[in-house]
């Protein structure tokens, strides 16, 4: 089991920037990546941003060249630093854990945090 806790949702202006952190415990050794997904309501929940245990990155088009994922394996803490902040960035950010173990893959969720951006 793994377990996921969030911050650094909140309210920003359009341009502004947040980062969010999310701090893993549990089987922590069984995770092969961690990242961030957002969901507004009547959509479904999108990839943002995701890294490996290699520390290979992916983005979503949207926010490729204003957002970055990073990660402090010491603290076992993935970050989304995200700038120039638009109101379609407004949603709740779930960070994501992907683990294996045994030959199986199993994802784990944060609770959501809110980030709202305003025009």
């Known amino acids: 089991q793994v377990q996921l806790v969030e911050s650094g949702g909140g309210l920003v202006q359009a341009g502004g920037s947040l980062r969010l952190s999310c701090a893993a415990s549990g089987s922590i050794s069984s995770i092969v990546g961690m990242g961030w997904y957002r969901q507004v309501p009547g959509k479904q929940r999108e990839s943002v941003a995701f890294?490996?245990?290699?520390?290979?990155?992916v983005y979503v088009d949207s926010v490729k060249g204003r957002s970055t994922i990073s990660r402090d394996n010491a603290k076992n803490t993935v970050y989304l630093q995200m700038n120039s902040l638009k109101p379609e960035d407004t949603a709740v950010y779930y960070c994501?854990?992907?683990?294996?173990?045994?030959?199986?893959?199993?994802?784990?969720w944060g609770q959501g945090t809110q980030v709202t951006v305003s025009s």
């Open positions: 890294i490996t245990s290699a520390g290979t990155t």
């Open positions: 994501n854990a992907r683990a294996k173990r045994g030959g199986y893959t199993n994802d784990y």
